[in-house]
Nanobody, 127 residues
Framework: QVQLVESGGGLVQAGGSLRLSCAASGRTFSSRAMGWFRQAPGKEREFVAHITNSGRSTYYTDSVNGRFTVSRDNVKNTVYLQMNSLKPEDTAVYYC????????????????????WGQGTQVTVSS
């Protein structure tokens, strides 16, 4: 069982930066890949970034590649999403999620592969 709590959202002007944090409780955090997702009003939840359980490999959706960086600290049981050069289209509620399968060998980015979700944090980018 993993419990997740996001923080760090807020209002920022276009071109600005925010750093989201996701604090996890539970003994299996370090064994699970983590994902960041976002959901804008009227849209489906979409994948943003993935990081393996070790933190050695990351993957991003094309629209954020080069602007966002995902990282994790398995000692602090926390995963981060550094967001730079923010755009109005990045406005959404951002969620972190833990893979349902520990040590999954294949990267999965569909929401159906994640059983544990945080409550979300709002990110609003003004133009």
């Amino acid at each position: 069982q993993v419990q997740l709590v996001e923080s760090g959202g807020g209002l920022v002007q276009a071109g600005g930066s925010l750093r989201l944090s996701c604090a996890a409780s539970g003994r299996t955090f370090s064994s699970r890949a983590m994902g960041w997702f976002r959901q804008a009003p009227g849209k489906e939840r979409e994948f943003v970034a993935h990081i393996t359980n070790s933190g050695r490999s990351t993957y991003y959706t094309d629209s954020v590649n080069g602007r966002f960086t995902v990282s994790r600290d398995n000692v602090k049981n926390t995963v981060y999403l550094q967001m730079n050069s923010l755009k109005p289209e990045d406005t959404a509620v951002y969620y972190c999620a833990a893979d349902s399968v520990p040590y999954r060998a294949v990267r999965r980015i569909g929401v159906e592969y994640y059983d544990y979700w945080g409550q979300g944090t709002q990110v609003t980018v003004s133009s």
